[in-house]
């Protein structure tokens, strides 16, 4: 089952202006794989996560999760969808200011049936001592981590990051792909990771290289290294 | 399970509580003063309509000019199936000295009634010796008697025994035809029948009746039974006037349904109510608008947060009725705090205005589940529906929209490029066209206070107008009414025809006398020269009824069915005044009378040589002036009260609307001052914008208000008011307002300018991605 793609096309504008971000876009990546999106600023990688996500519509094409498929979605079923299925991480953290860590990491269980454990996830994200901090008492990881909780918690099927260590130092970016891995292989979460550091495609199952919308390198990777040996 | 992201709902109270304090108090306190209001004018109904059956209140009232005798008095009852009950009484001039008796101080003097119109004593007790005598209790309160006190009736002393309540009284009206009480100078007592017999007075022949057909008022008396009791009245009232005519001289004729000393009061409360409801539901619904601006700023200034939450799977519904649960909360317990004030603290509030203005009957809070769901239910739901509304037309963006910050509706709107202006006017034109929305809601509620303020402010101004118009545009300084033509020896004085019609009411228009004057062609007191058959009508007619020459005026005997229709040469400048105009010779052709005849006498001296029994009334401009003196009385304080309010309202809606304007825009502030812009500087970009919106708003809606008052004002006073009083506001009330709206925006001004000055540089620098 996991992520199925096919002929996927975005565009955007209209006659002249008109710009195709996506050109039949064909992937498929399996339950429990990480798969990393790398490629240059306006390859697409940023709308083909967003059109994953459910949050921007595709003008043809087919995606679907587990078998179910998104294009024929009304608004309501797209965010019953995103609500069953998908946990999301941005690169900056978007955490609700006046919520304490804790109460941000159960915005996100409030959404799920059947949600993990928090003591369980929050001694995973090494937060445990910090749960009762207000964003604005945490560091930039530390938010990341939480912003990390708040999308697993829920338990979903996949998990889209875009540039989750975009605004990151190098041992803080470290941690949180470390922390990905961990919720990858522990909770069999499928992965998705926009990023533009080559390095991070070190970590991943699956590498996909876009350009100019275009899917130019679609690979297992059979040199998967740990997030902690990655280097950059 | 509780949707976590609401826990944040009382941190952001917390963290705003003046801005939510200054909402919840003024929420809190106007909802509590209209729902004692509404309970005390629901309770004040009740009694007032449970007092026609427990107080035996008649179903009309005639007088004869003589007595008549119980052989005629039982064919009138036999003809119009009701009873007669002798309701005689006598006037009495009024004094606190012996010497010091006021003739234009009037207490009419009745016998206890025990069948018919029953008394309600409120204080002390009814009058068991001769010198004793129960007062009205509000004329009693307006001449500073107390129980006890000794008070003189036409020059003989008397102890006051008690205050009384006379339920054909709650709005002591002397004369039917009056426009307006004056319960200073005029009241109701009661003696026992020795002292009655003793008093030196003509004696007027009033005889009250009570319906004795199977459908009379002795069944239930509640709102529907009384509304069914009036139509009956209105039905069977011409046929009775028409057979009391056959028995004898009928002075007056006042069926139930049309006596303003019993249905003024009661027909006033409903009313009061409706305009307390409409007003409390504007107010909500400006409050709302606020409410709406504040979350309307708060989703822009988290977008992202919502794109994120939209992403994870939080719907639309759960993240409006988030954004909507501050405004709800604070709406609610507004609502409720509000309702406990208003059964405790605010019904006793508007108890005591109505005390002020009526003589009403002791009255029981009666609970009122209406009232609570007017002031509770559909107050918050109005708060609900603007913000729904607003917040939907946002939060209905797509996720991606919110997670980028763009939300805008219209990707390609286009900017004026404004390449004309010096930049400080640019940016300030920006600053305009980014709050419109809170520029359009500031004028709104701008345009309410200043309703409320011209309310409070043209009411004493128009009262002087209006007394001074009386005494400027009097006739004459006496007008003598007779029963029958009567020489005078008094130098100067010119005779006059006269009659009373009455206009043709509807549900729309209040029933009103109409003064027929038939006078001299060429008269020394009213400035016309009258041909024949002309018709010149009073300009206080030709305003209230919206007449100008050449129309058409259609009346009816007060009594019969009879009509005439006077068409109209010309308009005579007597504003007060419902007058109609013709010569002696007209007049006579018109009623059927003898040209010589006459019932009255302009003067400007006092007549004393008329026979006292021909004198029907005299009036002079005490009579004249009471409307004044009354609505003074009774409507003084409300004024203030009026004007708070409004100053009050007009400040919280500048203050809110101006520093959410700053908040918005705080980023750009903090931004402003790392470059180097002084605090006054910013002030002048970003405070300026509002300045100007409420300059503009305070000039525009001055005369905006004018017009929506006055628009309200003539259908009003033909609804509630005989009469009419010129609606002329003085310049310095429109210069009052604009000024106080001034003061008051600088006033406002300062307390947001302190917020420019506490934004931090730091925050632009935070708020960098």
Redesign the interface.
């Known amino acids: 089952m996991g992520l199925q793609i096919k002929s996927l096309f975005k565009s955007y504008g209209a006659r002249e202006n008109k710009v195709t971000v996506l050109n039949n876009i064909d992937l498929n990546v399996e339950q429990g794989e990480m798969c990393v999106l790398i490629g240059p600023s306006g390859s697409g990688k940023s709308t083909l996560l967003n059109i994953i996500g459910g949050i921007d519509v595709a003008d043809s094409g087919e995606v679907s999760i587990n078998g179910q498929k998104i294009e024929n979605m009304n608004e309501k079923s797209l965010t019953t969808y995103r609500r069953k299925h998908l946990g999301y991480v941005f690169q900056m953290y978007n955490l609700i200011p006046n919520l304490n860590l804790k109460e941000n990491i159960e915005v996100g269980s409030y959404l799920s049936k059947d949600p993990l454990e928090y003591e369980e996830l929050v001694e995973l994200l090494g937060l445990k001592e910090h749960q009762y901090k207000m964003p604005n008492q945490l560091s930039g990881g530390q938010q990341q981590r939480t912003a990390i909780g708040r999308a697993i918690i829920k338990n979903p099927s996949i998990l889209l990051c875009d540039e989750p260590t975009g605004a990151l130092d190098y041992k803080t970016s470290k941690a949180i792909l470390n922390l990905l891995e961990e919720v990858n292989i522990k909770y069999n979460t499928t992965i998705i990771i926009v990023t533009h550091n080559e390095a991070i495609k070190n970590m991943a199952d699956r590498i996909v290289t876009l350009k100019d919308g275009k899917i130019l390198k679609n690979y297992k990777n059979n040199k998967k290294i740990s997030a902690r040996d990655l280097e950059w | ?1 509780f ?3 609401n ?2 709902v009382f ?2 109270i917390k ?1 705003n509580i003046g801005k939510y304090i200054a909402l919840f108090l003024f929420m809190t306190l106007f909802i509590g003063f209209i729902s004692g209001f509404l309970v005390a004018d629901k309770s004040m109904i009740h009694t007032y309509m449970e007092s026609f059956h427990k107080y035996n209140v008649e179903n009309g009232n005639f007088t004869y000019s003589q007595k008549i005798n119980s052989k005629e008095k039982n064919i009138i009852e036999k003809e119009n199936n009701i009873k007669i009950y002798n309701l005689f009484y006598k006037d009495v001039c009024v004094g606190k000295k012996q010497n010091r008796i006021n003739k234009s101080n009037i207490l009419r003097i009745y016998k206890d009634r025990k069948k018919v119109n029953k008394i309600c004593m409120m204080s002390g007790e009814m009058p068991k010796n001769k010198n004793e005598v129960a007062l009205d209790r509000m004329y009693a309160t307006n001449n500073k008697f107390k129980v006890g006190d000794k008070i003189f009736l036409n020059k003989k002393e008397y102890k006051i025994s008690g205050f009384v309540a006379f339920p054909d009284y709650s709005t002591l009206f002397k004369e039917n035809s009056d426009m307006m009480f004056d319960a200073n100078l005029f009241g109701v007592g009661i003696v026992n029948s020795e002292a009655y017999e003793e008093i030196n007075s003509n004696e007027i022949y009033k005889y009250s009746y009570i319906y004795t057909y199977k459908n009379k008022t002795k069944t239930k008396n509640n709102l529907s039974n009384a509304i069914e009791n009036e139509v009956i009245e209105k039905k069977t009232s011409d046929k009775i006037g028409e057979n009391l005519v056959k028995h004898g001289n009928v002075q007056e004729y006042i069926p139930r349904y049309l006596n303003k000393a019993i249905k003024f009061a009661g027909d006033d409360m409903g009313k009061d109510g409706v305009m307390m409801e409409v007003i409390l539901y504007m107010i909500i619904a400006i409050i709302a608008f606020i409410f709406a601006v504040t979350a309307d700023n708060t989703v822009v200034s ?1 977008a ?2 919502i ?10 519904k759960e993240i409006i009725s988030h954004y909507m649960l501050t405004p709800v909360i604070i709406t609610i317990i507004s609502a409720i705090v509000g309702n406990m004030f208003g059964y405790t603290v605010f019904e006793k509030v508007a108890a005591s205005m109505y005390y002020g203005s009526y003589s009403l009957l002791k009255y029981t809070t009666t609970l009122n589940a209406v009232a609570f769901i007017k002031t509770t239910i559909i107050t918050t739901m109005i708060v609900i529906i603007i913000n729904y509304f607003m917040l939907n037309r946002k939060i209905y963006l ?3 929209k919110f ?1 980028r910050g763009d939300l805008s509706k219209h990707k390609n709107k286009k900017h004026a490029k404004l390449k004309h202006f010096s930049f400080i006017t640019r940016f300030r034109i920006r600053i305009l066209s980014q709050n419109a929305k809170s520029y359009i809601i500031m004028f709104v509620g701008i345009c309410l206070a200043n309703v409320f303020l011209f309310f409070g402010f043209v009411l004493s101004p128009l009262l002087e107008n209006y007394q001074t118009s009386i005494l400027d545009n009097m006739i004459s300084k006496y007008q003598v009414y007779i029963n029958m033509p009567e020489e005078t020896k008094t130098p100067g004085v010119e005779k006059f025809m006269f009659t009373t019609l009455s206009n043709i009411p509807n549900d729309r228009i209040i029933q009103e006398d109409i003064s027929i004057y038939g006078i001299n062609k060429k008269s020394d007191y009213v400035n016309l020269t009258l041909d024949d058959d002309e018709i010149y009508i009073s300009d206080g007619i030709a305003k209230k009824y919206q007449l100008k020459k050449g129309d058409t005026i259609q009346l009816k005997e007060k009594y019969t069915k009879k009509k005439y229709s006077f068409k109209i040469d010309g308009i005579y400048n007597y504003p007060v005044s419902q007058s109609i105009f013709m010569n002696k010779a007209t007049f006579a052709n018109k009623f059927k009378v003898d040209k010589t005849s006459f019932n009255g006498y302009f003067s400007n001296k006092k007549i004393t040589d008329l026979n006292k029994q021909n004198v029907i009334t005299v009036i002079d401009k005490n009579d004249l002036t009471k409307v004044t003196r009354q609505l003074k009385t009774s409507m003084g304080d409300l004024f203030y009260l009026v004007d708070a309010f409004a100053v009050v309202m007009f400040a919280l809606v500048i203050y809110l609307l101006a520093k959410l304007s700053v908040e918005r825009n705080s980023n750009i502030i903090s931004m402003l001052k790392i470059l180097g812009y002084s605090n006054s500087e910013t002030k002048k970009l970003f405070l300026i914008a509002s300045r100007i919106v409420v300059f503009i708003s305070v000039f525009v809606s001055v005369p905006l208000t004018y017009y929506i008052v006055f628009a309200i004002y003539r259908p009003m006073i033909k609804k509630m008011m005989s009469g009419w009083m010129p609606f002329d506001v003085p310049i310095i009330v429109f210069v009052e307002m604009i000024v106080l709206g001034i003061i008051t925006y600088f006033l406002t001004e300062a307390v947001v300018y302190k917020k420019v000055r506490e934004i931090p540089m730091e925050l632009a620098l935070k708020n960098i ?1």
Request: no cysteine; net charge positive; hydrophobic share 35%.
């Open positions: 399970m949707n976590p992201i826990k944040r941190r952001k963290h988290e992202k947060v794109g994120t939450l939209r992403a994870l799977g939080y719907s639309k797509a996720p991606i997670l991605e």
